[in-house]
């Protein structure tokens, strides 16, 4: 959940679950695709108020596994960055 009840991100693309995670775009730039070690490759389309550093959200199917995964360590490689239009 993100917070908007349409699954808007703050590039205003809809979330996907295995596309979209949730950064602080001064570290990394919305648009930016970046590869989670463990996880893949992602899309940085969203913002959060608790998401600020090196802290990460990835978009999951519902809250239950959102419990689930908890929170983790990975290392994040920031492949490249595209401007979302």
Known sequence: CNGNAHGITASGTTMTEGRTIAVD?????????VYIE?????????TG???KGNH???CVGNHAEALQLG??????YW???????
């Open 56 to 58: 990460i959200d990835l």
């Open 25 to 33: 775009p001064s570290v990394i730039p919305l648009g930016s695709r």
């Open 71 to 76: 929170r983790r360590t990975a290392t994040v």
């Open 38 to 46: 463990g996880y893949g490759m992602f899309i940085a389309e969203d």
């Open 49 to 51: 108020g608790a998401v």
């Open 79 to 85: 492949v490249d960055h595209e401007e979302v239009v």
